[in-house]
């Protein structure tokens, strides 16, 4: 008798055991969401990546102190205004990093219910 409730005691603790820790998919898919999360806010206006093309950021402000005022690389010019956050080429990157940013977190809860 006692050894048939121990031996019951020791899988109903193993099976709780089970579905109480996460499986490896779970894990890699919080992991994979993080990583997306954090590139996708890297390539954001305002992260690492993207504050480096800005007016004052290392590349933008590059361009616009060596080009003349009114030259199409300039940060207003037909050609520089593209790469703002809000220009055609910038509003892309920004929309596709925010999306980036959004299946991360999605991945994340996916991985957490």
């Known amino acids: 008798m006692l050894r048939n409730f121990s031996q019951r005691t020791v899988a109903r603790v193993q099976y709780q055991r ?5 499986t490896v ?7 994979a969401g993080q ?7 890297m ?3 305002d992260g690492k990546v993207g ?3 800005e007016k004052d950021g290392k590349v933008g402000g590059k361009i616009d102190k060596e080009t003349s005022p ?5 940060s207003e010019g037909s050609v520089g205004s593209k790469f ?3 220009g055609e080429v910038g509003g892309k990157v920004e929309e596709a990093a ?11 809860k996916k991985a957490q219910s």
């Open 18 to 22: 089970c579905f109480a820790e996460k």
């Open 25 to 31: 998919v779970e894990k890699v898919q919080e992991k």
């Open 35 to 41: 990583a997306m999360e954090k590139v996708g806010k």
């Open 43 to 45: 390539f954001e206006s």
């Open 51 to 53: 504050e480096k093309f």
């Open 70 to 74: 009114n030259s199409k690389l300039d």
């Open 84 to 86: 703002k956050s809000d």
């Open 98 to 108: 925010q999306e980036v940013e959004r299946k991360g977190q999605n991945l994340k």
